[in-house]
């Protein structure tokens, strides 16, 4: 039986997103220190750079430049923006960042320490995997389709051995 071409493209769409889904549920629930994190874009502050909905693949850093996208944290609470300009204070550095699309500079300076890591990779829609909407949109959707799919295939296939079998029969019978 022939795989057609809709087929690979929905099974290796599904592959990438589960691999990346699974990655970022691990990465998130055991918190890995200083291993990549994946992040769920929540606001729109470092558009068009990344969108709202993207998926932040993070991995941390020795050191962080200018023009660097870091995810860090405030207050319990993770941000994703760029860094303006580096400030060494004794022994330890500190950022100044601002969203892209903000106006002004952050009213915080980020330590070093509450770096998370810099921005290697966005995913644009990836991120909403993480809401059952977006779960039911990228994962339960595609394998139905997928499902359905192999169904109308393997019923066409069957019936297709039924329809030769039965011409096989029927010409047997005339030979005899």
Same mark, same amino acid.
Request: glycine content about 6%; charged content about 20%; proline content about 5%.
């Given at each position: 039986?022939? !795989?057609?071409?809709? @087929?690979? %493209?929905?099974? &290796?769409?599904?592959?990438?997103? #589960?691999?990346?889904?699974?990655?970022? +549920?691990?990465?998130?629930?055991?918190?890995?220190?200083?291993?990549?994190?994946?992040?769920?874009?929540?606001?729109?502050?470092?558009?068009?750079?990344?969108?709202?909905?993207?998926?932040?693949?993070?991995?941390?850093?020795?050191?962080?430049?200018?023009?660097?996208?870091?995810?860090?944290? !405030?207050?319990?609470? @993770?941000? %994703?923006?760029? &860094?303006?300009?580096?400030?060494? #204070?004794?022994?330890?550095?500190?950022? +100044?960042?601002?969203?892209?699309?903000?106006?002004?500079?952050?009213?915080?300076?980020?330590?070093?320490?509450?770096?998370?890591?810099?921005?290697?990779?966005?995913?644009?829609?990836?991120?909403?995997?993480?809401?059952?909407?977006?779960?039911?949109?990228?994962?339960?959707?595609?394998?139905?389709?997928?499902?359905?799919?192999?169904?109308?295939?393997?019923?066409?296939?069957?019936?297709?051995?039924?329809?030769?079998?039965?011409?096989?029969?029927?010409?047997?019978?005339?030979?005899?």
């Amino acid at each position: 039986m022939k !795989i057609s071409s809709l @087929t690979k %493209i929905l099974q &290796i769409s599904i592959f990438v997103i #589960l691999f990346f889904t699974g990655t970022s +549920i691990i990465a998130t629930r055991f918190g890995f220190a200083n291993g990549p994190k994946t992040f769920s874009v929540l606001s729109g502050s470092m558009e068009p750079a990344i969108s709202v909905g993207s998926m932040a693949l993070v991995i941390p850093q020795k050191s962080y430049s200018p023009y660097d996208i870091i995810a860090f944290d !405030i207050d319990g609470q @993770t941000v %994703i923006h760029r &860094i303006t300009q580096t400030i060494p #204070l004794g022994s330890k550095i500190k950022f +100044i960042t601002r969203g892209d699309a903000n106006n002004a500079v952050d009213s915080t300076l980020v330590d070093q320490e509450k770096t998370q890591g810099k921005v290697f990779l966005s995913i644009p829609c990836l991120g909403l995997v993480k809401t059952p909407k977006g779960f039911a949109l990228f994962i339960v959707l595609p394998a139905l389709l997928l499902v359905t799919y192999e169904f109308v295939s393997l019923k066409k296939e069957i019936e297709k051995i039924i329809t030769q079998k039965a011409k096989e029969m029927y010409e047997k019978s005339l030979a005899v």
